[in-house]
């Protein structure tokens, strides 16, 4: 079942009780000489560095943890109590199996030698790696470690080099994209080019590095595939992809068409190098002095604008002021356009346009769909976004314009909304189903049975839209149907495929030797990559069993979610720790179900999975809630004690009792709450009147709890038929209250 892809934004992070998931590259080691001290073991280290656990697909949009991991051990992981006793027999064999099997050998501690080397920087010892790693299976660390020192002095050749050397594996890969995007942050674009067709799976700022060399190489038709992702975009992106759409503007396949659509996002976001850059390629140049005048005070402009002459220039400078005034006060901006219209409207001549007045108009939509969180939800952006309506819409503001329809139940706005998407986006998931919620209120017979048809083809995925759209058409979800919680039949010939696999056989020593988890996931997510690019879905399958079997349930959830056609619920959807959890939701009153759906979105179940802001365990509980559990629950705090599989799972879901007790025993407002809060879950619910619960969920402000609780709400009805008492997703939902 692979899950919807979506891009999370930077939200602030200490509103949150969990860490953020973000989007970003998995980690190198840092270069910190201290933490070699407390590094070094009996093998080498268990902990050299920050290392990420990575949830989504690498170099895809895909949510994901950024974590300190300790060591998980395996130790602590107990086969489903629903298993067999021939399955866990098993689970005993195997883990027996990968013992003998995965021991660390030589490779493995010059890896950890070599490693220490390359955080001191040690370029000479690094060499010295290099001949004594050479033909084994980590030979190309040491290699990559020195050649990383000071990436900017390698030259093409030597990168094209080592990707020969050691083809189709990922430092070969990462090499190359870490190259690229140095040489792109220094202008050296030809080295660019000179290495970018070595670049197979590059991620957003990767991308736009690339493109920066063929865009500054004469090779403009190359340089355009990553304009559909910078051109138009008003959120934060990597550097590289604000710097590629700057340098876009002279790409000869840019319209002037295209570049009045950049210029006008300019002008709302005040981005003065790209205002001034496209309005001098359209041939009405903007002057600083102008923009530097209306930052200052835009009140002045607007009280002289009817006295300026008329000129297009002029009315960019209009939207110029209305972005500075809606930053400060969307209140304000909407007062000052809607008074500009009544007195243009009684002029024989008119000052604005009707292209101006809807630009003026989506700048309110836009920004009062920023201000949700902290002014509530309001019809009002509805309107400004239908005052909007041309064929100029950017993803992301046809998204605000659908989400504040959906809010309101706009069913005629929400197909305009879609409508104003790419062809692709229309396809997605998301946007289907809400395309049938529309089409199924409307009183055209056509559009309902279109509604039905569409529903019934979401119904086929086991994902939150088609799990809700099962349910429009009469369907439940049943776990028994993919296998329940049977784990799958590995044959002893794939089995040792995997051991002959050298990405799978990376990954697992590296695992097995406590090296930084950052090497051993990025070679395991490289491994099922390949695979998945082999259509090899029984050599998945294997790894992925003999990952569940040692306890690396994260990976192991990370195999099965990145394949199309494998459904295996028993790996994809573990439950270690069941009578724990069992015991302590009964304890707190709260659905079993639930907290396993919480457990698998915050930690994939490592127990020394510790976030960035904090949060620790499986169940990611920040220190101050941990104090506040305590306190509540009569004991002495314990940061140790805390953050233990047993405890943390006895906090979590005593929080999470907590939460459900004090907002309305609402399930998605408590999931909701349980990510950035509880205050602000109780911020998005309606005013007046109930809100339909996946109304509620598609309209909630931060990207990243939106999307996490969309998961939970999937993980929790699939666990719920797992542990056999199967609840629909929309019951399990229900209707979000007023908040008074």
Not at 254 to 279: F, H, P, Q, W, Y
């Given at each position: 079942?692979?899950?919807?892809?979506?891009?999370?934004?930077?939200?602030?992070?200490?509103?949150?009780?969990?860490?953020?998931?973000?989007?970003?590259?998995?980690?190198?080691?840092?270069?910190?000489?201290?933490?070699?001290?407390?590094?070094?073991?009996?093998?080498?280290?268990?902990?050299?560095?920050?290392?990420?656990?990575?949830?989504?697909?690498?170099?895809?949009?895909?949510?994901?943890g950024?974590?300190?991991?300790?060591?998980?051990?395996?130790?602590?992981?107990?086969?489903?109590?629903?298993?067999s006793?021939?399955?866990?027999?098993?689970?005993?064999?195997?883990?027996?199996?990968?013992?003998?099997?995965?021991?660390?050998?030589?490779?493995?501690?010059?890896?950890?030698?070599?490693?220490?080397?390359?955080?001191?920087?040690?370029?000479?010892?690094?060499?010295?790696?290099?001949?004594?790693?050479?033909?084994?299976?980590?030979?190309?660390?040491?290699?990559?470690?020195?050649?990383?020192?000071?990436?900017?002095?390698?030259?093409?050749?030597?990168?094209?080099?080592?990707?020969?050397?050691?083809?189709?594996?990922?430092?070969?890969?990462?090499?190359?994209?870490?190259?690229?995007?140095?040489?792109?942050?220094?202008?050296?674009?030809?080295?660019?080019?000179?290495?970018?067709?070595?670049?197979?799976?590059?991620?957003?700022?990767?991308?736009?590095?690339?493109?920066?060399?063929?865009?500054?190489?004469?090779?403009?038709?190359?340089?355009?595939?990553?304009?559909?992702?910078?051109?138009?975009t008003?959120?934060k992106?990597?550097?590289?992809?604000?710097?590629?759409?700057?340098?876009?503007?002279?790409?000869?396949?840019?319209?002037?068409?295209?570049?009045?659509?950049?210029?006008?996002?300019?002008?709302?976001?005040?981005?003065?190098?790209?205002?001034?850059?496209?309005?001098?390629?359209?041939?009405?140049?903007?002057?600083?002095?102008?923009?530097?005048?209306?930052?200052?005070?835009?009140?002045?402009?607007?009280?002289?604008?009817?006295?300026?002459?008329?000129?297009?220039?002029?009315?960019?400078?209009?939207?110029?002021?209305?972005?500075?005034?809606?930053?400060?006060?969307?209140?304000?901006?909407?007062?000052?356009?809607?008074?500009d219209?009544?007195?243009?409207?009684?002029?024989?001549?008119?000052?604005?346009?009707?292209?101006?007045?809807?630009?003026?108009?989506?700048?309110?939509?836009?920004?009062?769909m920023?201000?949700?969180?902290?002014?509530?939800?309001?019809?009002?952006?509805?309107?400004?976004?239908?005052?909007?309506?041309?064929?100029?819409?950017?993803?992301?503001?046809?998204?605000?314009?659908?989400?504040?329809?959906?809010?309101?139940?706009?069913?005629?706005?929400?197909v305009?909304?879609?409508?104003?998407?790419?062809?692709e986006?229309?396809?997605?998931?998301?946007?289907?189903?809400?395309?049938?919620?529309?089409?199924?209120?409307?009183?055209?017979?056509?559009?309902?049975?279109?509604?039905?048809?569409?529903y019934q083809?979401l119904?086929?995925?086991?994902?939150?839209?088609?799990?809700?759209?099962?349910?429009?058409?009469?369907?439940?979800?049943?776990?028994s149907?993919?296998?329940?919680?049977n784990?799958?039949?590995?044959?002893?010939?794939?089995?040792?495929?995997?051991?002959?696999?050298?990405?799978?056989?990376?990954?697992?020593?590296?695992?097995?030797?406590?090296?930084?988890?950052?090497?051993?996931?990025?070679?395991?997510?490289?491994?099922?990559?390949?695979?998945?690019?082999?259509?090899?879905?029984?050599?998945?399958?294997?790894?992925?069993?003999?990952?569940?079997?040692?306890?690396?349930?994260?990976?192991?959830?990370?195999?099965?979610?990145?394949?199309?056609?494998?459904?295996s619920?028993?790996?994809?959807?573990?439950?270690?720790?069941?009578?724990?959890?069992?015991?302590?939701?009964?304890?707190?009153?709260?659905?079993?179900?639930?907290?396993?759906?919480?457990?698998?979105?915050?930690?994939?179940?490592?127990a020394?999975?510790?976030?960035?802001?904090?949060?620790?365990?499986?169940?990611?509980?920040?220190?101050?809630?941990?104090?506040?559990?305590?306190?509540?629950?009569?004991?002495?705090?314990?940061?140790?004690?805390?953050?233990?599989?047993?405890?943390?799972?006895?906090?979590?879901?005593?929080y999470?009792?907590?939460?459900?007790?004090?907002?309305?025993?609402?399930?998605?407002?408590?999931?909701a709450?349980y990510?950035?809060?509880?205050?602000?879950?109780?911020?998005?619910?309606?005013?007046?009147?109930?809100?339909?619960?996946?109304?509620?969920?598609?309209?909630?402000a931060?990207p990243?709890?939106?999307?996490?609780?969309?998961?939970?709400?999937?993980?929790?009805?699939?666990?719920?038929?797992?542990?056999?008492?199967?609840?629909?997703?929309?019951?399990?939902?229900?209707?979000?209250?007023?908040?008074?």
């Amino acid at each position: 079942m692979k899950k919807p892809q979506v891009a999370p934004d930077m939200i602030d992070k200490n509103t949150y009780q969990n860490n953020t998931q973000k989007r970003s590259k998995v980690m190198t080691l840092k270069k910190s000489a201290l933490s070699l001290a407390t590094a070094v073991g009996v093998l080498g280290f268990s902990q050299v560095a920050c290392a990420e656990l990575t949830w989504g697909e690498s170099g895809s949009s895909e949510q994901q943890g950024k974590y300190q991991v300790e060591r998980y051990q395996p130790d602590g992981y107990q086969p489903n109590s629903q298993q067999s006793s021939s399955q866990q027999s098993t689970f005993q064999q195997n883990n027996a199996y990968q013992n003998s099997a995965y021991q660390p050998d030589n490779g493995v501690g010059s890896f950890t030698a070599a490693a220490i080397a390359a955080e001191r920087g040690d370029v000479n010892a690094l060499y010295d790696y290099e001949q004594a790693m050479s033909g084994g299976l980590f030979a190309m660390y040491p290699t990559y470690w020195r050649m990383n020192v000071d990436l900017n002095s390698q030259s093409p050749a030597a990168v094209s080099q080592f990707v020969r050397q050691y083809p189709d594996t990922v430092m070969a890969e990462k090499l190359a994209a870490d190259f690229a995007e140095t040489k792109a942050g220094s202008n050296d674009y030809a080295a660019v080019r000179q290495v970018a067709n070595l670049i197979t799976n590059a991620d957003d700022s990767e991308k736009c590095a690339v493109a920066l060399g063929f865009n500054n190489g004469g090779d403009t038709m190359r340089a355009m595939a990553a304009k559909s992702d910078v051109w138009l975009t008003t959120k934060k992106q990597p550097a590289l992809c604000d710097q590629l759409a700057l340098e876009m503007n002279n790409n000869a396949l840019i319209s002037n068409s295209e570049r009045v659509s950049r210029l006008k996002r300019m002008l709302r976001k005040g981005k003065t190098g790209d205002i001034m850059a496209l309005s001098s390629r359209l041939g009405m140049p903007i002057p600083y002095a102008s923009l530097s005048e209306i930052q200052l005070n835009p009140s002045s402009f607007f009280s002289r604008f009817a006295r300026e002459p008329a000129s297009q220039t002029n009315q960019y400078l209009y939207l110029y002021a209305m972005g500075r005034v809606a930053e400060k006060s969307y209140r304000e901006a909407a007062l000052q356009l809607e008074f500009d219209i009544k007195q243009d409207n009684q002029r024989s001549a008119k000052l604005l346009t009707d292209d101006t007045r809807r630009a003026a108009y989506r700048t309110l939509g836009v920004q009062r769909m920023n201000h949700n969180t902290d002014d509530g939800f309001n019809v009002e952006a509805v309107d400004w976004f239908r005052n909007s309506l041309d064929n100029d819409f950017s993803l992301e503001e046809a998204e605000y314009y659908a989400m504040a329809a959906i809010r309101f139940s706009r069913w005629d706005d929400v197909v305009e909304a879609i409508s104003r998407m790419d062809a692709e986006t229309q396809k997605a998931n998301q946007w289907q189903y809400w395309l049938a919620r529309a089409y199924e209120q409307s009183n055209d017979g056509s559009k309902r049975n279109t509604a039905k048809k569409m529903y019934q083809n979401l119904a086929k995925s086991n994902e939150y839209y088609g799990l809700m759209a099962k349910e429009k058409v009469g369907q439940r979800f049943d776990a028994s149907r993919l296998g329940g919680s049977n784990l799958p039949n590995v044959s002893s010939a794939d089995r040792a495929r995997v051991m002959q696999n050298p990405h799978f056989a990376r990954a697992f020593a590296l695992y097995n030797a406590d090296a930084s988890r950052a090497y051993a996931n990025r070679e395991w997510n490289w491994a099922i990559k390949k695979a998945r690019d082999n259509r090899d879905e029984k050599l998945i399958i294997a790894a992925a069993r003999q990952a569940y079997d040692m306890g690396w349930l994260d990976r192991a959830i990370y195999a099965i979610d990145n394949t199309d056609n494998v459904n295996s619920l028993a790996i994809s959807h573990p439950m270690p720790h069941q009578d724990a959890v069992v015991r302590y939701s009964q304890s707190a009153g709260i659905d079993p179900a639930w907290a396993y759906g919480i457990m698998r979105q915050e930690s994939r179940f490592v127990a020394s999975a510790r976030s960035n802001v904090g949060a620790s365990g499986l169940m990611q509980v920040m220190p101050d809630t941990a104090k506040y559990i305590a306190r509540n629950l009569g004991e002495t705090y314990s940061a140790s004690r805390a953050n233990s599989g047993d405890t943390n799972i006895r906090y979590g879901t005593w929080y999470m009792g907590d939460i459900f007790g004090k907002l309305n025993s609402q399930p998605v407002l408590a999931t909701a709450g349980y990510n950035a809060g509880p205050n602000n879950a109780k911020r998005w619910q309606p005013t007046y009147g109930s809100l339909a619960a996946d109304q509620y969920v598609e309209s909630i402000a931060f990207p990243e709890t939106r999307n996490y609780v969309k998961h939970v709400m999937e993980n929790a009805t699939i666990y719920s038929s797992l542990l056999g008492n199967g609840q629909p997703i929309t019951q399990r939902m229900g209707t979000v209250p007023a908040a008074f």
